[in-house]
């Protein structure tokens, strides 16, 4: 039997990068996922015509986790259609760079509200569903831009630095309930969010990346798969960096 057979999962912004990397190899093991996204139709449509092997196992929800009022309503038909949650991967996230005192109200808010309120609101109600079945996984998708602090990225840092201490403060809450929360710190991944990069500026990143190369979202999935494994239950409150070496 696989690792995570008939497991119900969650990922946010599961539709493409890293999000469809981590969605991808829930389902290889065996679980129920759910992928979400909030406007791409076009991708969404394509993952899951790229991933027609897996059926029903694969399912689809478009909204805002930014938006409290649609957390809720996505969580009404999740319990529809599910008895149980088992894992929440808080994957969905943007940046919007600009040096600090440049900085729109705007572009400070828009980050703020999709990758903190966004994590917070997924959380919130994940827990409760969690706590029925004495288990849960909560695994938020960090960067290591959040430990050591990137030019440019005040409003993206601030968020991921935070997504760490949410984990800590709620791995506290609910450790005696059966259930974990952990971070992933990815550095460098090659996906949507770093294409507009030039391949100058990407050789001189990987030239400070010790292992030389960008990262995979597969080299996401691997993390996070193993923290959402039974076994991984005395690892919680933590954080885990996958980027090569880079910001250790
Ligand atoms: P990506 O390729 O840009 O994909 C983002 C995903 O999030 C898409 O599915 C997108 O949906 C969804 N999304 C965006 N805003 C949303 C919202 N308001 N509500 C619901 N879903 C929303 O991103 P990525 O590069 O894979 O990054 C994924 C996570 O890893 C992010 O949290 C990011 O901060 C973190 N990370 C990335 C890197 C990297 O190098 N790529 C490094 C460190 C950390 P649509 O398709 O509908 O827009």
Redesign the pocket.
């Known amino acids: 039997m696989t690792r995570f057979h008939d497991w119900k999962v969650v990922v946010?912004?599961?539709?493409?990068?890293?999000?469809?990397g981590i969605v991808e190899a829930f389902l290889q093991q065996g679980a129920y996922v759910m992928a979400?996204?909030?406007?791409?139709d076009q991708?969404?449509n394509l993952l899951k015509e790229e991933l027609s092997q897996f059926g029903d196992k694969l399912f689809l929800e478009?909204?805002?986790?930014?938006n409290s009022e649609e957390v809720k309503q996505f969580y009404s038909r999740l319990e529809e259609r599910w008895d149980r949650l088992d894992v929440l991967v808080n994957?969905?996230?943007?940046?919007s760079d600009q040096i600090t005192a440049l900085m729109k109200d705007e572009e400070w808010k828009r980050v703020l509200s999709?990758?903190l309120d966004?994590t917070f609101f997924m959380s919130r109600s994940a827990i409760p569903l969690m706590m029925k079945n004495r288990f849960g996984r909560i695994i938020h998708?960090?960067?290591?831009?959040g430990k050591m602090g990137l030019s440019g990225q005040v409003n993206?840092s601030a968020t991921?630095a935070a997504q760490v201490a949410m984990s800590q403060v709620m791995a506290k809450e609910v450790g005696k309930k059966g259930i974990t929360v952990n971070a992933v710190?990815?550095?460098?991944?090659?996906?949507?969010?770093?294409a507009s990069m030039t391949d100058e500026h990407k050789r001189e990143i990987i030239s400070e990346i010790p292992v030389r190369r960008l990262?995979l979202?597969s080299d996401?999935a691997h993390v996070v798969t193993f923290l959402a494994t039974r076994e991984s239950s005395y690892i919680t409150g933590t954080s885990i960096d996958v980027s090569g070496g880079l910001g250790s």
């Not at 478009?62 to 930014?66: C, P, Q, R, T, V």
């Open positions: 946010t912004g599961g539709t493409r990068g890293i999000g469809r979400t996204y909030t406007k791409n991708e969404a478009k909204f805002d986790i930014s994957n969905a996230g943007i940046k999709i990758n966004g998708i960090s960067s290591i831009s993206y991921k710190c990815p550095g460098f991944i090659e996906t949507d969010m770093i990262g979202a996401v």
